[in-house]
Antibody, heavy 119, light 112 residues
Framework: AVQLVESGGGLVQPKESLKISCAAS????????MYWVRQAPGKGLEWVAR??????????YYADSVKGRFTISRDDSKSMVYLQMDNLKTEDTAMYYC??????????WGQGASVTVSS | DVVMTQTPVSLPVSLGGQASISCRSS???????????LHWYLQKPGQSPQLLIY???NRFSGVPDRFSGSGSGTDFTLKISRVEPEDLGDYYC?????????FGAGTKLELK
């Protein structure tokens, strides 16, 4: 069965950094574009980042709200995707979901990693 | 950025009844390759979102035929017939034609 399991969430102070991870299984990871989507408490969904596959040069794309601060990366040998978050702001507080495009856009989702930015 | 306007915000329904959710985009979602990348998700209480409909009208694997999507250009609709208890939750439309990808603000389907 397809599984996406996020880890690494937690409480950090503003301007600090945090790296969250997502372990994938149950599908051919190297063939799937991967995404991060976040949801602030009580709010809707916000697309954060996308990373394409090796044939597409691992091209990356970011929401304007995180561009220059967040970096998405992947390790196909480990079936892992990461989100490095630098210079965190209180408005980055959210549940961060790892999602995969296995057969079509964002068709598999993890359970989420909670990130709280507060002093 | 493409703004996705989703209505209504809240939709009270009766079990066995029908529901209709609208999603309008601020610009055409027709990609240069001719495809329209408009999708629908359901987030049940306490759960992660799940894909229901992709590219306007295609039901994802395992999604009941009570769910149907339609529309074109900038105007799209999700319809749910014979609403069941497991259909309750927050519905979101997503456009992935243009970067950045953008979601609608959501529609809460709840019991009347």
């Amino acid at each position: 069965a397809v599984q996406l399991v996020e880890s690494g969430g937690g409480l950090v102070q503003p301007k600090e950094s945090l790296k969250i991870s997502c372990a994938a299984s149950g599908f051919t990871f190297s063939n799937a574009a991967m995404y991060w989507v976040r949801q602030a408490p009580g709010k809707g969904l916000e697309w954060v980042a996308r990373i394409r596959t090796k044939p597409n040069n691992y091209a990356t794309y970011y929401a304007d709200s995180v561009k220059g601060r967040f970096t998405i990366s992947r390790d196909d040998s480990k079936s892992m995707v990461y989100l490095q978050m630098d210079n965190l702001k209180t408005e980055d507080t959210a549940m961060y979901y790892c999602t995969a495009a296995i057969t079509t856009v964002m068709d598999a989702w993890g359970q989420g990693a909670s990130v709280t930015v507060s002093s | 950025d493409v703004v996705m306007t989703q209505t209504p915000v809240s939709l009270p329904v009766s079990l066995g009844g029908q529901a209709s959710i609208s999603c309008r985009s601020s610009q055409s979602l027709v990609h240069s390759n001719g495809n329209t990348y408009l999708h629908w998700y359901l987030q049940k209480p306490g759960q992660s979102p799940q894909l229901l409909i992709y590219r306007v009208s295609n039901r994802f694997s395992g999604v009941p035929d009570r769910f149907s999507g339609s529309g074109s250009g900038t105007d799209f609709t999700l319809k749910i017939s014979r609403v069941e208890p497991e259909d309750l939750g927050d519905y979101y439309c997503l456009q992935s034609t243009h970067f950045p990808y953008t979601f609608g603000a959501g529609t809460k389907l709840e019991l009347k």
